[in-house]
Nanobody, 114 residues
């Protein structure tokens, strides 16, 4: 069984920064893809950024240049550095692991005040 535990969410003013972390544990298939998704109230869940075991990254257009995804393979941990946050970034952020099967974290709330 694989578990994903997110941390780092919170309340921040527009223009501020937050760093999300997600630690995976259990029987993890490699190679894999780790990612961050987000879901704002009343909206569908959307991909924010993902990163492969080899370090290849993709970003949603809305966060390019502001967010950076990274991972530490030895600890199966993925990070999301979020800078220049905007009120529209307010959402629940979910960690994702895809490899052999798909796993989701329970989410961490990010609130950006204007």
């Amino acid at each position: 069984q694989v578990q994903l535990v997110e941390s780092g969410g919170g309340l921040v003013q527009a223009g501020g920064s937050l760093r999300l972390s997600c630690a995976a544990s259990g029987n993890i298939f490699s190679p894999n893809v780790m990612a961050w998704y987000r879901q704002a109230p009343g909206k569908q869940r959307e991909l924010v950024a993902d990163i492969t075991s080899g370090g290849k990254t993709r970003y949603a257009d809305s966060v390019k240049g502001r967010f950076t995804i990274s991972r530490y393979n030895a600890k199966e941990t993925v990070y999301l550095q979020m800078n220049s946050l905007k009120p529209e970034d307010t959402a629940a952020y979910y960690c994702y692991l895809g490899g052999g099967a798909v796993y989701w974290g329970k989410g961490t709330l990010v609130t950006v005040s204007s």
